[in-house]
């Protein structure tokens, strides 16, 4: 963990802690586009993909081997 302290005020405070991610799981409805449409074979030029409505996001988040999801308040923190 380091944390760097500036001289003039507060928001020059910057902390780097190792965190990792496990678990992470993506699940709603996609919407597949093929565009622009031409006349040689695959018929298509490109692929997007897109969320049709705002998809959940579920994951687990460790910092200094806590699981921070297990925390209270955590939700509020994460949707600021």
Do not use: Y
């Not at 003039?8 to 910057?14: F, I, K, V, W």
Request: include cysteine.
């Amino acid at each position: 963990m380091a944390c760097d302290l500036g001289p003039r005020t507060a928001q020059s405070l910057t902390c780097s802690l190792p965190t990792s991610t496990h678990q992470l799981g993506l699940s709603g409805r996609l919407r597949v586009t093929f565009e622009p449409l031409v006349n040689e074979w695959p018929c298509f030029a490109a692929i997007t993909l897109s969320f049709v409505e705002k998809p959940q996001l579920e994951f687990n988040l460790e910092t200094l081997k806590v699981n921070v999801m297990n925390l209270p308040g955590r939700a509020l923190l994460l949707l600021l």
